[in-house]
């Protein structure tokens, strides 16, 4: 299958917005002051499921942006 450019960009584009907002989201995640991730210095269970969330973020922004990337590599080898 190919990908057009656009297609491709879009895809990079979605696997580097994934890992910014989910970085971002953990570091606020860990510093978390509000007692919902936190109890007594414990990790609570909105803290793992959030946790789990980001990774499983981080996985799929990686695997769409290898694929965007390797669709725009492919174009510039037909050029």
Request: glycine share 10%.
């Amino acid at each position: 299958m190919k990908l057009s450019r656009p297609v491709s960009w879009f895809l990079l584009a979605f696997g580097v917005w994934s890992w910014v907002i989910w970085v971002t989201f953990v570091k606020n995640l860990v510093k978390d002051g509000s007692g919902l991730a936190f109890h007594d210095g414990h990790p609570t269970a909105y803290f793992w499921v959030h946790l789990l969330l980001a990774v499983v973020s981080f996985v799929w922004g990686t695997v769409i942006g290898v694929i965007g990337l390797r669709g725009l590599r492919a174009l510039r080898r037909t050029s």
